[in-house]
């Protein structure tokens, strides 16, 4: 059974830093993909960043480029996204989601697996 749990979310104001992981579980880790997206109220879901676990190479939305920072950690399976500078914008449902294949990690790329989400919400 394939679980993706993220942790991490919260409230900060804006300026400030949270760090998000996603622990997978039931998914051939070191290559696939990994990502990591947000939806806003209202709003369509949108990609924030992504990792092609293979290699580490990383993909970066141009409205986070700079600010977001993804990771992962092979041997624990998990992968965390640092968030600084953090904006009223910025503020989202924050999804992980997993491919079961690896290859060039875009954000339009299937994605199969998907967690619950983790709130984030940046105050001005």
């Known amino acids: 059974q394939v679980q993706l749990v993220e942790s991490g979310g919260g409230s900060v104001q804006a300026g400030g830093s949270l760090t998000l992981s996603c622990a997978v579980s039931g998914v051939t880790y070191g290559n696939n993909c990994m990502g990591w997206f947000r939806q806003a109220p209202g709003k369509e879901r949108e990609g924030v960043t992504s990792?092609?676990?293979?290699?580490?190479?990383?993909i970066y939305a141009d409205s986070v480029k700079g600010r977001f920072t993804i990771s992962q950690d092979k041997a624990k399976k998990t992968v965390n996204l640092q968030m600084n500078s953090l904006k009223p914008q910025d503020t989202a449902m924050y999804y992980c989601?997993?491919?079961?294949?690896?290859?060039?990690?875009?954000?339009?790329?299937?994605?199969?697996?998907w967690g619950q989400g983790t709130q984030v919400t940046v105050s001005s």
């Open positions: 989601a997993a491919t079961s294949w690896g290859g060039s990690c875009s954000f339009r790329i299937r994605y199969d697996y």
């Open positions: 990792i092609a676990t293979v290699f580490g190479s990383t």
